[in-house]
């Protein structure tokens, strides 16, 4: 199809990847919350999650499936498939048991995702990095993450991040509720758009 020169056929063809992030950017407008630093510009969710991954990842989904909503982190994890240069490791609740998987596939780059009692609304979404856990003192029923986060980014020198999802209900016995299955969903397929956009990259360079 030739061009007429017009700008209509570039409009058209956008990529699919460039729609879907306006889209989550106005959805997380609402309930993407982060750590409020002087003279620090908040900055989106998509460009958050851009700067977390690259060259080889490894993502490690943290959660316990009979405790409602910190299923999360593990939910995402089995969803999101290993290929190429991505590792998905389902963690359970002992993301120190995974390690040696994630340490294996030398990866440049680590993202943690859990349910973390930060405050906000049910989810709510924020990217931390290893030393804000202790930092801000988030409520979280993990408290050796920040030790196994350390960890991994020193023994692979790793860009180590994690997103952390606001829970609703994790009582025992209890299911996912609706908002978090929202979050779950769209943090989900922007992983899995963004390592498209990534694949596509590395093939056309």
Same mark, same amino acid.
């Given at each position: 199809?030739?061009?007429?020169?017009?700008?209509?056929?570039?409009?058209?063809l956008l990529s699919r990847i460039d729609?879907? !992030?306006? !889209?989550?950017?106005?959805?997380?407008? *609402? !309930?993407?919350?982060?750590?409020?630093?002087? $003279?620090? %510009?908040? #900055? @989106? *969710?998509?460009?958050? =999650?851009?700067?977390?991954?690259?060259? #080889?990842?490894?993502?490690?989904?943290?959660? @316990?499936?009979?405790?409602?909503?910190?299923?999360?982190?593990? =939910?995402?994890?089995?969803?999101?498939?290993?290929?190429?240069?991505?590792?998905?490791? /389902? !963690? @359970?609740?002992?993301?120190?048991?995974?390690?040696g998987p994630a340490k294996e596939f030398?990866?440049?780059?680590? =993202?943690?995702?859990?349910?973390?009692?930060?405050?906000?609304?049910?989810?709510?979404?924020? *990217?931390? %990095?290893p030393e804000m856990l202790k930092e801000? #003192?988030?409520?979280?029923?993990?408290?050796?993450? #920040?030790?196994?986060? /350390?960890?991994?980014?020193?023994?692979?020198?790793?860009?180590?991040? =994690?997103?952390?999802?606001?829970?609703?209900?994790?009582?025992? $016995?209890?299911?996912?509720?609706?908002?978090?299955?929202?979050?779950?969903?769209?943090? %989900?397929?922007?992983?899995?758009?963004?390592?498209?956009?990534?694949? /596509?990259?590395?093939?056309?360079?």
């Amino acid at each position: 199809m030739e061009n007429s020169g017009n700008g209509t056929i570039d409009f058209i063809l956008l990529s699919r990847i460039d729609y879907f !992030c306006w !889209c989550v950017d106005a959805y997380f407008s *609402f !309930c993407y919350f982060k750590k409020a630093r002087e $003279g620090v %510009k908040e #900055r @989106s *969710f998509i460009e958050e =999650l851009t700067d977390s991954l690259h060259g #080889r990842i490894v993502l490690m989904g943290i959660g @316990s499936e009979n405790r409602g909503d910190d299923a999360a982190g593990s =939910l995402i994890a089995q969803a999101l498939k290993s290929k190429n240069n991505f590792c998905s490791i /389902d !963690c @359970s609740d002992i993301p120190e048991s995974y390690t040696g998987p994630a340490k294996e596939f030398q990866p440049d780059s680590i =993202l943690f995702i859990d349910a973390i009692d930060f405050g906000g609304q049910p989810g709510d979404v924020t *990217f931390l %990095k290893p030393e804000m856990l202790k930092e801000i #003192r988030f409520n979280s029923h993990h408290p050796s993450l #920040r030790h196994v986060m /350390d960890y991994l980014r020193s023994e692979t020198g790793s860009k180590v991040n =994690l997103i952390g999802i606001q829970p609703g209900n994790i009582a025992p $016995g209890s299911g996912v509720t609706p908002a978090i299955q929202s979050t779950i969903e769209i943090v %989900k397929t922007a992983i899995t758009e963004l390592l498209d956009k990534m694949s /596509d990259e590395g093939e056309n360079s």
